[in-house]
């Protein structure tokens, strides 16, 4: 259906992403955004409308409710940890092993690939298990935030996670709408055949590879990491991070604490929310896929960060580290530290609800629907996808927006071929993940910032530089499969060697340009200064 509001309704997100970039003010920019959106549906002042849907953003979906709830614990969790002295023992434990800024960075990147169960929790658990490590190492913010950024969206939409079973769903359902279930294999057997055709998801995983070894940055980055590497501040000095440990929560209780502060914890957050997603998801006679389906990972999210809260809890008690109204205080002020990324996260997801009732989605792939040939499909797909994307801020609005049309697309423009389906689902759920990894109103880059310690709009400056590159490494694969019929096995080693070359490039141009090292990560100093941050 056609959107009723035209080229109005790309006025709300843009004007949220151009003012958050511009101004800095995420929170500010958004909120105008919700506004001007309330305006245009309503024709009048819009006052009504907009906290309307900043108030359904809150409690009309459970899911975002769970999500708001699991992202307060875990900062009391992590403030916990904190007081414990758990963050220095993790620190003091890998800095023994990890005694580079590269090391750091592979790291980093390695944890990324493994937990792939959920973006959410790997930018949580991944980006509070390296912080400090990082800031030892003088990594900026902005990168750890990149790194954490563009392994969670792109891992979990591939992995083993719950993306898949709603990735699998949608295309199941047009199966069904299409009465094509006989004529193509199964939605599960699609969705594997699309993975290879997620090029940009795959491209963006080897690109903080080829980033985090090389050493190798520019744009905006390159700057954030020169700043690190010679003067140890991690963040811009009049930047606003949207967590700030040292400075909310003082110093820890203890001075040498073991290194159980932090494992248990942790190690109850991951192993319960993995029981949690399979209890949920478990039934007799249903298989893996089925389970992925039907589970519930924001309800696992909530039920692993309160049983985090609680172990950390029971360490204080235990070890006599802080009386039980200390112990509270901190379960507070750990809220108190999640409440700026909460209030971005209900904004962005207002806006959303803006997109949605504008019909920025519809107005958009019409746009595209005029010119399209099988050669062009996959290109354009993924061009649509990344630019709607961007606009609404939700991968998963982008995927629910575009399946019903880029399915019985690609069944009629590609001749009835179901491999032509998996090819163009490919392309569009790696749009997707373009938009969600340089949009300011993304939950996913919220959160990266919130749990690397980051400036939300650094992040998101830095990070389009990155994310930029490979657009443009993915719609070059796209037309060359278009022209060429390759397969992906060979299309996607020619991506990561033009990821190389633009890297090197890229780097090479802007540092002459600054007068700056184009490695700045290789040059290592003896301690950080950190004094400007958390």
Not at 28 to 35: D, K, P, Q, R, T
Not at 218 to 238: C, H, P, S
Request: glycine content about 8%.
């Amino acid at each position: 259906m056609a959107s009723d509001f035209g080229a109005l309704s790309l006025l709300p997100p843009l004007l949220a992403i151009v003012l958050a970039v511009v101004t800095r003010r995420a929170m500010l920019s958004l909120f105008i955004g919700v506004w001007v959106g309330g305006i245009i549906y309503s024709k009048s002042l819009g006052v009504a409308q907009m906290f309307d849907w900043i108030i359904n953003s809150i409690g009309a979906s459970t899911f975002n409710a769970k999500i708001l709830v699991f992202t307060l614990l875990l900062g009391a969790g992590i403030a916990l940890i904190w007081r414990l002295g758990g963050a220095f023992a993790i620190t003091r434990f890998a800095t023994r092993r990890i005694d580079s800024h590269r090391r750091a960075g592979i790291t980093t990147w390695l944890l990324g690939l493994l937990w792939n169960f959920d973006d959410y929790a790997n930018n949580a658990i991944v980006g509070s298990s390296m912080k400090d490590i990082a800031d030892e190492m003088r990594m900026s913010r902005e990168k750890l935030a990149y790194i954490l950024d563009s392994t969670a969206a792109p891992m979990a939409t591939i992995g083993l996670s719950s993306w898949v079973a709603f990735e699998i769903g949608l295309i199941r359902n047009q199966y069904k709408e299409l009465g094509i279930q006989g004529e193509t294999p199964t939605a599960a057997t699609t969705f594997l055949q699309s993975i290879p055709f997620n090029m940009y998801s795959i491209l963006a995983l080897a690109m903080v590879g080829i980033i985090v070894v090389t050493q190798r940055d520019f744009g905006e980055m390159l700057d954030a990491e020169n700043r690190a590497q010679r003067t140890g501040n991690v963040i811009r000095e009049e930047a606003n991070p949207l967590q700030s440990i040292k400075e909310d929560l003082g110093e820890p209780v203890l001075d040498n604490a073991p290194l159980r502060m932090f494992v248990l914890p942790v190690f109850v957050l991951v192993v319960t929310v993995i029981a949690g997603a399979a209890i949920t998801g478990y039934a007799p006679n249903r298989n893996l896929v089925q389970m992925f389906e039907n589970t519930d990972i924001a309800g696992a999210l909530v039920w692993g960060s309160f049983g985090m809260v609680a172990t950390s809890i029971v360490l204080s008690q235990v070890h006599s580290a802080m009386s039980l109204d200390e112990t509270m205080d901190t379960v507070l002020d750990g809220f108190a530290t999640m409440l700026p990324a909460v209030s971005i996260l209900v904004l962005a997801w207002s806006i959303g609800s803006v997109a949605s009732a504008l019909g920025t989605g519809q107005f958009v792939t019409g746009l595209a629907k005029g010119v399209v040939s099988p050669v062009q499909l996959p290109a354009i797909i993924f061009i649509t996808s990344a630019f709607i994307s961007l606009a609404i801020g939700t991968s998963w609005g982008t995927m629910s927006i575009m399946t019903p049309i880029v399915i019985p697309l690609a069944w009629n423009i590609g001749g009835n071929s179901p491999s032509f389906i998996a090819v163009a689902v490919g392309a569009m759920f790696s749009g997707a993940i373009f938009g969600d990894n340089c949009s300011p109103i993304s939950d996913t880059t919220i959160l990266a910032s919130t749990f690397a310690g980051s400036d939300h709009i650094d992040h998101v400056r830095t990070q389009m530089y990155y994310a930029g590159t490979v657009l443009i490494a993915t719609a070059v694969i796209y037309l060359l499969y278009g022209m060429t019929g390759l397969s992906p096995l060979v299309l996607l080693p020619i991506g990561i060697v033009v990821l190389f070359g633009l890297v090197y490039a890229f780097s090479e141009v802007d540092a002459k340009r600054k007068n700056i090292s184009a490695k700045p990560g290789s040059k290592q100093h003896s301690k950080p200064n950190v004094s400007s941050d958390d």
